[in-house]
């Protein structure tokens, strides 16, 4: 039995989970707004269907969407994280092996029956997870990753085939491949489909079937792989652990301007928090922070300020974060200027498991074994009953300039004091 790749995502990940979170919403028209409550980054199908565009601020289009009774919601991340969560973990336990590409999207791989077809058991992992998690999802199956992506989009666009896709047991794939245009295909960006475009590829199968010495030519091995994967062999792997990352950003934009060192250094600190508990959950050290600011930058004053510091012995330590934060937070604060957004970038990041340390720095060792140990009692805490359940003294003072969510949805799966009571009479 040979096995196959399988390309597996959320159909209108956020939007599917407002809904699951709120079933009273289901049929109605339903677009998500950004941070802030900015731009639209998500609708539901029935949104689209009205003409609703992605990326609109939410401003010019309040009016018509509520003449048009469609259901707004702010971005809640922790709901989204939550689902995909246990979207992931579900996946895991019907997959021979699972790479997570992004919150909504993950590959697999399975073994192919003799009798070929997988539908079926398509089918039947589709009603579980809507089963247990209550959202739509879609699968595509091919030999490939970029076959399984293709597979995967065609699976949403033929109604027919109930959201999967298997393109490995298609005879005519041509048909298929030409329905594909060139810039869809997974692994060909906006240069190289212009590039292709100019060359007379407009789809998958003309990209599929052109000389791969011209491809090699212009875009070398990253080229030659999609077209390999195309032609059904496999040239790109599951990746079942993700790679290291190169740095961790924390940023958010302000309800409103602030213009004190105060508030500057509070936003600051939640930002360090977020990012050093990032650091510890992926198992790395960070031995430099960036943190940054700016003004509205359509302004006619428009500054911009960040400021770097190393740190001399790398860490995921908070309160080294935080101590270090702050002194670059008063290099880049500049007085009388209106500040909307603010950010943390922790970078050149390294694993836990190879520290160096300082040759004469042996009575700190105590000293840290107690902070990490702290940091470990705030994570798990904050795991098990959720965000800020506990955290440190500055970072839990009520911030009137945190973003604005006014439409946030329940926090039902992530917040113990929004599950429902039930009464038994």
């Known amino acids: 039995m040979s096995k196959v790749i399988l390309q597996i995502d959320g159909n209108n990940f956020y939007a599917s989970c407002e809904q699951m979170i709120d079933p009273s919403i289901k049929g109605k028209g339903l ?3 950004s941070n802030n409550d900015g731009c639209i980054i998500a609708r539901n199908s029935e949104a689209r269907k009205m003409g609703i565009p992605m990326g609109q601020p939410y401003f010019k289009l309040k009016n018509k969407l509520t003449q048009l009774n469609i259901e707004v919601r702010s971005s809640n991340y922790e709901l989204y994280g939550d689902i995909s969560n246990r979207l992931m973990q579900l996946l895991r336990r019907n997959c021979e092996n699972l790479e997570i590409y992004s919150i909504d999207e993950a590959f697999g791989t399975i073994k192919r029956p003799k009798g070929k077809c997988l539908y079926q058991w398509g089918k039947d992992l589709r009603a579980l997870v809507y089963q247990n998690i209550g959202i739509p999802i879609s699968i595509g199956i091919g030999e490939t990753k970029v076959l399984s992506k293709i597979s995967n989009h065609l699976a949403k666009k033929i109604k027919n085939n109930s959201g999967i896709f298997d393109i490995g047991i298609i005879q005519n794939k041509d048909h298929y491949l030409n329905q594909i245009k060139v810039d869809k295909v997974w692994g060909i960006g906006k240069r190289m489909s212009i590039w292709l ?3 007379g590829i407009t789809n998958a199968r003309e990209f599929r079937d052109m000389s ?3 491809i090699n030519g212009k875009y070398g091995v990253v080229g030659l792989r999609i077209q390999n994967e195309l032609k059904g062999n496999l ?10 990352r190169k740095e961790i950003c ?6 409103y301007p602030i213009d004190s060192l105060e508030d500057l250094s509070q936003a600051i600190i939640k930002y360090v928090l977020t990012a050093s508990a990032k650091l510890r959950k992926y198992n790395q050290l960070s031995s430099a922070i960036t943190v940054f600011t700016n003004t509205n930058t359509h302004s006619k004053d428009f500054f911009r ?4 510091g190393k740190i001399s012995v790398p860490t995921s330590n908070s309160k080294i974060m935080i101590e ?3 002194l670059l937070t008063k290099e880049i604060f500049k007085p009388y200027k209106k500040f909307i957004k603010a950010g943390v970038t922790l970078h050149k990041l390294q694993s836990n498991k190879y520290k160096q340390k300082l040759i004469f720095d042996t009575k700190n060792i105590q000293k840290d074994l107690y902070l990490k140990r702290l940091d470990n009692v705030i994570d798990n ?3 098990k009953n959720g965000i800020d359940t506990i955290n440190w003294g500055s970072s839990m003072i009520d911030k009137e300039w945190e973003p604005r969510r006014k439409k946030l949805s329940s926090t039902k799966t992530t917040n113990i004091e929004n599950i429902p009571t039930i009464y038994a009479i």
């Open 381 to 383: 805490i904050n795991l």
């Open 31 to 33: 677009v998500v707004l």
């Open 305 to 308: 300020s960040e400021a770097t």
């Open 212 to 214: 791969s010495e011209q």
């Open 197 to 199: 475009k100019s060359k």
């Open 235 to 244: 040239c790109i792997p599951i990746q079942e652990t993700s790679p290291d």
């Open 324 to 326: 270090k934060s702050l």
């Open 250 to 255: 924390v940023s958010r934009s302000f309800a």
